[in-house]
């Protein structure tokens, strides 16, 4: 790449996207967004799900996170997965 393509790509990057972009609009979409968060906290979700019946322990410096942490991470994130797949359907 050179010195030229490199600040084109730089302007692009972080250019005014107030607009949609009519090149590629399904890139640009709510839609896409919301499903691919959708994936993330299911994801999120899922990890809970293993670290709970593994009885995995989770510590942070000198610090041990009960278990109950991920009850409550697993039923947020689960509830936040299938509203953000709900929403990108409609």
Request: proline fraction near 2%; glycine fraction near 8%.
């Amino acid at each position: 790449m050179r010195a030229g393509e490199t600040l084109t790509a730089y302007c692009y990057f972080f250019a005014d996207k107030s607009q949609r972009d009519r090149k590629n609009p399904r890139m640009s979409s709510q839609k896409t967004g919301l499903r691919v968060a959708s994936v993330i906290f299911g994801i999120f979700a899922i990890g809970h799900v293993l670290r709970l019946i593994n009885q995995a322990q989770v510590s942070v410096g000198t610090h041990s996170i009960p278990m109950g942490v991920s009850w409550i991470a697993l039923i947020i994130a689960g509830i936040l997965c299938i509203w953000m797949w709900r929403l990108s359907k409609s």
